[in-house]
């Protein structure tokens, strides 16, 4: 082609771009701010801040896309613990089906399980009491447990079909409940087509999944990530409808799917029969249903505690949008809330009632690493979405979270109903943290956990306000 021919193709497309996508276009394609090493609300990232190293010494536990609270219950239906389920494909540059390319998909990815240290007793409890509990810890936990804690550690795909490729990307847990076995699905990024894996992941042998089944449907088109609505059902994103996986054109298609931010994603709610139910064997999906058509790169997907809202990002508009849901039918209704934030935001999770949200402020760069140029810097942003405050209600929707280094307000305005805060901020570089995918809150220690897409090493984990290091 001519090279006026070219010039003149890539302004009508980044003229469409910055139509159809403008604000994206601004903050996560044009820009590259000044963001720090490291930024971690309510805490200083030297001190507060390290990566999680594998136990094992392979260096496998990287490139991590998502991560999820596992949630364990005492008899009494307490929340006792929150171990942290990890996905990473040490693999990535040579097998992304959303990012390409396309070339190995042979060695396999993982999930790791992080043990936090359990505090034995709080402020508040009398030393007797204190005592009592401490005995009853030390008792109660198996040695292996307690040598588990503080530790990530790789779990052992136990039955997994030989053969079978394993390129995991969401994941979602459901809770362990007075000790009981959590079903465990996860999105796989197969080499012929992805499918969503079952596993059963048991406290009393927290160092291996064991393998249930393979579900494959005509709809899981381009799964990414998974939202459970009981141990048997989950929604499940769809990211692209015109997918990598298709021959010649699908080097250029969905890339144009998603600059456009053609709204072909969409989300499907599944209910399957249980594994030990008479139906498993012939037909383990009961049901399929369109929860929702028509999102642009519909990404990550999160159920708030209360079950009654779901949140849902388009990664190519830069928004999160918010559904009512019917608790009895899993419908969800038209959007209530949409809310923009300054970058391409990829998982989604609550923490209580407010969503903390990861992304990526500079999409050139995400694309460079995946094309493995390995001296591209590509930054990191977590952020929370919660209501304002009454002085942020008084400071107007130009002024909130001016404590980041580079504050949201600097690049949007907010809502009505919400402010976005920052929670962490890096430019990438060696000793900060790269390509933030997922972030994640514990609603009860504060602590922050970060996976990044091509983060080389680990996960970081932030104890605001707490020297870790
Ligand atoms: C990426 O580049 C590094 C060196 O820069 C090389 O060692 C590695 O094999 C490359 N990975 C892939 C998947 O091409
Ligand atoms: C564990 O117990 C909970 C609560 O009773 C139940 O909903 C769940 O199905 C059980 N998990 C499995 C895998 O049986």
Known sequence: MPSTRVLAYTALVLSVIAYRSGTVFKTSIIDKSAFPTGYVHGGDYSTDCKTLQDSDGSNDLKFCEDATF??????????????????????????????????????????????????????????????????KNIRGKKEAERAAEGKVQRLTLKDYPEGHDFHPLGVEVYPSFSGNASNVYVVNHARHRTTIEQFLLSPSEPTTV??????????????????????????????????????????ILPLLESVFAIPFGFVSHVTLAPPSSPEAEATPILEHTFSKFFTPFANGIAISPSGTKVAIVSTSLGQVHLYNRDLKTNALSTVTDTIQVPFCPDNIRYSGEEIILAGHPHFPSLVQLAANKTEALSPSWVVKIRPPTDEEKEAGLEKFDLLAPISVSSKIARGNKWTVETLFQSDGAPEGFETSSTGLQDPKTGDIYVTGLYAEHGVLVCKPGKTTV
């Open 70 to 135: 596992w949630e364990l219950h005492n008899v009494a239906g307490k929340l006792e613990e929150r171990r942290l389920l990890i996905t990473c494909d040490p693999n990535r540059k040579s097998w992304n089906t959303v990012m390409g390319p396309l070339r190995d998909p042979a060695p396999l990815g993982a999930l790791w399980l992080y043990t936090p240290h359990v505090p034995v007793a709080s402020a508040i409890e009398t030393p007797i009491k204190k005592a009592a509990n401490l005995l």
């Open 210 to 251: 064991k393998y249930i089944r393979t579900l494959t449907s005509p709809y899981f088109i381009a799964p990414n990530a998974l939202a459970l609505t009981s141990p048997d059902s989950f929604y499940v994103t769809n990211d692209h409808l015109i997918t990598r996986r298709l021959p010649v054109v699908g080097k």
